[in-house]
């Protein structure tokens, strides 16, 4: 996945949004009135907690998050119009077949959407699949404060503790240096013999590297 943030706290140089960002980072980030915290434009107790219904305000602005350069730097190219909404329906499908997925991330009383955090089944073939990664994009105004790193806590508790996944996982290319900070401030840790050549990137590709984090195994009870 793509962007993320410099600390869970909001801390550091902050260089886009402005005040009124940082003042709705303060007032809810510490809110868990659901399962899932302030992923709050698709409830969990929603049947289908992702659908077009739910999307219908979103969709363009989705549109707009994957066709940021900025925000896609990490992947391949920028998605079309056409792309992004298949990327809609393919997150639909997997929340109808899983019961989690991609969150659409709001922030109360600021922004109906910034971006997507959550769980998505890796979809290729390695060593370590079959599994289940968390993995987020935001716009571009709401890096650096800590939306990214919370929502992704929320998103891992309620995979682990809600879904019962026995682990969660995550990846990017070396050079996307704020998302492997993120997988860092969750607890992960690096797992250098899981690194791998990404499938679905052309060989000599300078994005086919990635470095593989998971969590620490739990330790035993007493």
Request: contains cysteine.
């Amino acid at each position: 996945m793509s962007e993320s943030i410099k600390s869970s706290s909001g801390n550091g140089d902050v260089t886009n949004g402005g005040e009124k960002v940082a003042d709705a980072a303060k007032s809810i980030i510490t809110r868990h009135e659901a399962p899932l915290g302030w992923l709050i434009v698709n409830r969990p107790q929603v049947k289908n907690a992702l659908n077009f219904e739910a999307w219908r305000g979103i969709v363009a602005a989705m549109d707009e998050l994957n066709a940021d350069p900025d925000v896609m730097a990490h992947m391949q190219k920028t998605m079309s119009r056409e792309e992004s909404d298949a990327f809609v329906a393919r997150i639909e499908e997997e929340f109808d077949d899983c019961g989690f997925g991609l969150w659409a991330v709001e922030v109360p009383n600021h922004s109906p959407f910034i971006g997507f955090v959550g769980l998505h089944r890796v979809p290729f073939d390695a060593p370590f699949t079959p599994a289940v990664e968390v993995g987020w994009r935001l716009t571009r105004e709401h890096w650096g404060y800590g939306f990214v790193t919370e929502a992704a806590r929320s998103a891992v508790r309620y995979g682990l503790e809600e879904v019962g996944l026995d682990e969660i996982v995550s990846f990017t290319n070396p050079d996307n240096v704020r998302s492997w900070k993120v997988m860092e401030r969750l607890g992960m840790i690096r797992d250098p013999s899981s690194d791998f050549e990404h499938p679905n990137v052309p060989t000599g590709h300078w994005l086919r590297p990635h470095i593989f984090y998971r969590f620490p195994p739990a330790a035993p009870s007493p």
